[in-house]
């Protein structure tokens, strides 16, 4: 099993994927579509995810290019949450 990462890193992975493909997480907690175990959830999933320095890559690109994406990268263990959201 992989070691998962270090957790505030993938925090912020996590907003800024949502970001990226315009999930509003906050919106989700307030609006009681996203509990605080449903976001530990999703950091911990970032964690052990096998694509993490694929999805840098993918984020940074996306940042520069300021659109907002369709779906999550391909491998991200989140991507069938953040439609959700």
């Given amino acids: 099993m992989k070691p998962l990462g270090d957790p505030n890193e993938h925090y912020w992975r ?6 990226a493909v315009g999930s509003d997480l906050a919106a989700a907690q ?8 449903d976001w530990a959830d999703m950091v911990t999933r970032c964690r052990g ?4 320095c694929a999805c840098s890559d993918w984020l940074d690109r ?5 659109r907002t994406r ?9 991507k ?3 439609p959700k959201l």
């Fill in 14 to 19: 996590v907003q800024r994927m949502a970001k």
């Fill in 30 to 37: 307030t609006e009681g579509r996203l509990s605080d175990q």
């Fill in 49 to 52: 995810c096998s694509v993490t």
């Fill in 62 to 66: 996306a940042e520069m290019d300021g």
């Fill in 70 to 78: 369709d779906s999550a990268i391909p491998g991200c263990e989140n």
């Fill in 80 to 82: 069938l949450v953040f």
